[in-house]
């Protein structure tokens, strides 16, 4: 029985000491710390481990009470013998250390159920401190939107005062100071179509006043370049483009023949998705064998091509005079190019190595575009795109893809170049992350984010673009985008925002002033600006896009069959062409066929460069062995990003019009 009791004790003390109080201990010296750090879920899940506690603590207190009683009643049962005095002292003393063991054991238990009451009470003062410094800050940034509009109202009032002084005799100075200080008001403060954005350094707040016709008259006649850094600009009130932005002399092309506007509908074949998935958390996607029940029928390259969708974005960026204008065009075609991903959950095949994909609209579109397939572990594509138009385009994109259970992460890594032909300005961006949620359960959707920046090299003007992830929490509109074009000194002068399925719009800044602090500290920067102006617009999808995979209008062309392609080129793919005819079955069949063979060739090149491996030991007949070689691109060291990547040399579109394609290798 004395074993038992001392067991009891420790048992006691290892809870308390181990278990609760240590929890205690730590939430009590959280109390100091700030409560945005606190929120409510942490609070709860707090609380619900201090109750946990709590009842393993009243479960020990009912065994100490049971086996204290036990012990108890046998000191009382050895009283009753027949013992010496001394040995019945003895025994009165250890009932005596029971009976206050247990008094101190339920007073454990009162002061941890005190405490746990405790630390509930100050939870919630916690959560209606936290509750009221929201809304306190709501109702500041309320405040000084109303501030704002009413600051703007008196300065319409103040300016309209001078005019009637300077028709006195009495003051004949006032004329002349009345109208300058009118004209420079007027050239520096906005009237009710002025909008203000905060600096890219926080999260963007816009205070939109409504445009008024008379405001827009009087601003029309101002110096508005001297607010803008005193850089001369043509700009149009209409479009906000300078005249040869939207100048299209020149003859048109016309089409050349009818596209087809349908593919035939997807089949609703059901598929176990966890029984595929299950065995492919954390490995690269590019190497996990995929039935096409998860494709589209497009392939990587054809996605790539896609991003022309938006190509005369870029024609009228070639007929710009200024290089920032054309920046906000650049910018905007950079992010139309997500716009087609908004319902493309889908996967498109995987490129085999030395697949190519060619896009002639020369004579209705004025451009002529080349993929191919240059690596294959790991996955990369070159792009090659020339323009009538004045503009050539040239990329290198290798795909970096994580499987993470609940959600697909893809990460593009390369650089894409653009130059224009009569200017010689050169942009190089570079794309964001996109991600696939719910993979496992629930209705898949994709989202983008990250930062882009854009550099023309020439000029050393940016552009930072935010793709701002989606929250649930948040109060932003969904897909939101947010940019500001800036000088080779930094100076800002165009904002854009927008949503990269939806819209960009552009606004010229006109004046900046540094505002008040933020939410985080950092002062903002409040851009003052004319009213914004549509740069790009998604185009409608087709009807009965939900059966066609959400396929654009080029999208349902891409895959088109078309005479006098090379050999290579996807649209000859047998397993993309039966899973678009609905044949998914002989697809899937296909498909393990591709890359059986793609695997074989793989296997005889790894086996040729072993074998010349060894062949340089032997210096008589040595021999260098040069590995696979892309048929249309080679590498060369980017002058600009210092990488190294593929790039077109040339002989693609010769060899077509010649229809020589002997040099193509067997890879379907």
């Known amino acids: 029985m004395k074993g038992r009791s001392c067991w009891e004790s420790g048992t006691v003390r290892s809870l308390c000491n181990s278990g609760c109080l240590s929890k205690l201990n730590q939430d009590d010296s959280g109390d100091e710390e700030p409560t945005s750090q606190t929120d409510r879920s942490e609070i709860q899940g707090t609380l619900k481990i201090l109750v946990s506690k709590l009842d393993d603590l009243s479960t020990c207190n009912d065994l100490i009470a049971k086996h204290g009683a036990a012990l108890q009643r046998s000191l009382s049962e050895l009283e ?20 206050l063991f247990r008094i101190t054991s339920n007073a454990m238990i009162n002061a941890c159920r005190d405490f746990l009451d405790l630390a509930e009470t100050h939870s919630r003062r916690w959560q209606r401190a936290l509750q009221y410094e929201r809304e306190q800050r709501t109702h500041l940034e309320e405040t000084i939107e109303q501030l704002a509009k009413q600051h703007n109202s008196l300065e319409r009032a103040w300016r309209q005062a001078p005019t009637l002084v300077s028709t006195t005799p009495s003051a004949p100075t006032t004329n002349k100071e009345g109208s300058e200080r009118l004209h420079k008001e007027e050239a520096s403060d906005e009237d009710e179509d002025t909008e203000y954005f905060d600096a890219m350094e926080d999260s963007p707040a816009f205070i939109t006043v ?26 149009n009130q209409d479009d906000h483009m300078s005249p040869g932005c939207n100048d299209v002399s020149g003859k048109e092309l016309q089409p050349r023949r009818q596209r087809r506007t349908r593919v035939p509908d997807k089949p609703n074949y059901s598929l176990n998705l966890w029984s595929i998935m299950k065995n492919c958390i954390g490995k690269e996607l590019s190497k996990i064998p995929m039935p096409v029940n998860f494709n589209e029928p497009l392939s990587m390259l054809q996605r790539l091509t896609e991003d022309l969708e938006y190509h005369e974005l870029l024609d009228k960026a070639a007929r710009c005079d ?25 996967k498109p095949f995987n ?19 080349l993929c191919e397939q240059v690596s294959h572990h790991p996955p990369a594509a070159a792009h090659h795109v020339f323009s009538q138009r004045g503009w050539t385009l040239w990329q290198e994109i290798t795909i970096a893809s994580k499987f993470r259970g609940k959600y697909l992460s893809i990460m593009p890594l390369g650089a894409i170049h653009l130059q224009f032909h009569s200017s010689g300005n050169h942009y190089v961006w570079r794309k964001v992350t996109s991600t696939v949620h719910n993979i496992i359960v629930g209705k898949l959707w994709i989202d983008q984010s990250g930062d882009i920046e854009i550099v023309n090299h020439r000029t050393k003007e ?37 949503t990269w399925d939806d819209k960009i719009e552009s606004a010229k800044i006109i004046q900046s002033s540094r ?11 409040v851009y003052q600006t004319l009213s914004p102006k549509l740069l790009w617009k998604k185009y409608p999808l087709p009807e009965n896009a939900e059966n066609m995979y959400f396929f654009s209008a080029l999208a349902l062309t891409l895959n088109e069959q078309e005479e006098g392609v090379g050999l290579t080129d996807s649209r000859l793919r047998p397993d ?6 609905g044949r998914w079955d002989e697809a899937n069949s296909e498909k393990q066929r591709l890359e059986e063979k793609q695997r074989a060739v793989r296997r005889r090149r790894e086996a040729e460069a072993t074998d010349a491996l060894d062949d340089e030991c032997d210096y008589d007949s040595g021999r260098e062995y040069e590995g696979y070689q892309p048929l249309w691109f080679h ?8 990488e190294t990547n593929f790039v077109y040399k040339g002989g693609y579109w010769e060899a077509k019009d010649r229809q020589d394609w002997s040099m193509c290798p067997d890879i379907f």
Request: aromatic share 6%; glycine share 12%.
């Open 322 to 346: 200024s290089s920032l204008e054309q920046m906000c065009l650049v910018a905007a075609f950079s992010v139309s190019s997500y716009s087609t991903t908004v319902h493309r959950t889908a």
């Open 462 to 498: 940016t552009c930072q673009l935010k793709f701002s992830p989606y929250s649930y929490f948040s109060r932003d509109v969904p897909r939101k985008v947010t940019g500001v074009v800036a000088d080779s000194g930094g100076q800002a002068h165009y904002i854009l925002s927008g």
């Open 515 to 525: 505002g008040g602090s933020g939410s985080e500290g950092k002062q903002k920067t």
């Open 210 to 235: 409504t445009a008024t016709d008379n405001t827009q008259h009087r601003r029309s006649q101002s110096n508005l370049s001297g607010a803008s850094g005193g850089q001369p600009s043509d700009w």
């Open 80 to 99: 009753g013998l027949k013992v010496p005095v001394e040995g019945g002292e003895k025994i009165k003393a250890v009932n005596e250390r029971a009976t």
């Open 635 to 642: 590498q060369r060291r980017d002058s600009i990003t210092g």
């Open 351 to 369: 490129p085999l190595l030395g697949e190519t994909y060619e896009l002639d609209r020369l004579e209705d579109l004025g451009y002529r575009s």
């Open 576 to 581: 993309q062409r039966l899973m678009e005819d």
